[in-house]
């Protein structure tokens, strides 16, 4: 059982930055790959990017790629969300997850056990 919370939200204005944090109950947190996703007022939750569980691969929607980062700290059961040059089309609450499964491209919510209850994001224009 992995238990998730998400930190870090807030309101920033458009270009603005912010992180976000997810820290990870347990002792097994090295052998998730950890994702994260979002999900805007009307709209379905979609996918944001993940990192496998070294750490040694990252893959991102290509709505953020090249303005978020994520990056993970096993020794502190924690996986982070940069997110820099916001826009307002980025506002969200933002639910970090974790998953098993070593194998294939981990952009899909089935693939996902466990979910932190989210946090939430807005910029401003």
């Known amino acids: 059982q992995v238990q998730l919370v998400e930190s870090g939200g807030g309101l920033v204005q458009t270009g603005g930055s912010l992180r976000l944090s997810c820290a990870a109950s347990g002792r097994t947190f090295s052998r998730y790959a950890m994702g994260w996703f979002r999900q805007a007022p009307g709209k379905e939750r979609e996918f944001v990017g993940a990192?496998?569980?070294?750490?040694?691969?990252?893959y991102y929607a290509d709505s953020v790629k090249g303005r978020f980062t994520i990056s993970r700290d096993n020794l502190k059961n924690t996986v982070y969300l940069q997110m820099n040059s916001l826009k307002p089309e980025d506002t969200a609450v933002y639910y970090c997850?974790?998953?098993?499964?070593?194998?294939?491209?981990?952009?899909?919510?089935?693939?996902?056990?466990?979910w932190g209850q989210g946090t939430q994001v807005t910029v401003s224009s």
């Open positions: 997850a974790a998953t098993a499964l070593r194998a294939g491209v981990l952009i899909m919510l089935p693939q996902y056990d466990y």
């Open positions: 990192i496998i569980w070294s750490g040694g691969l990252t």
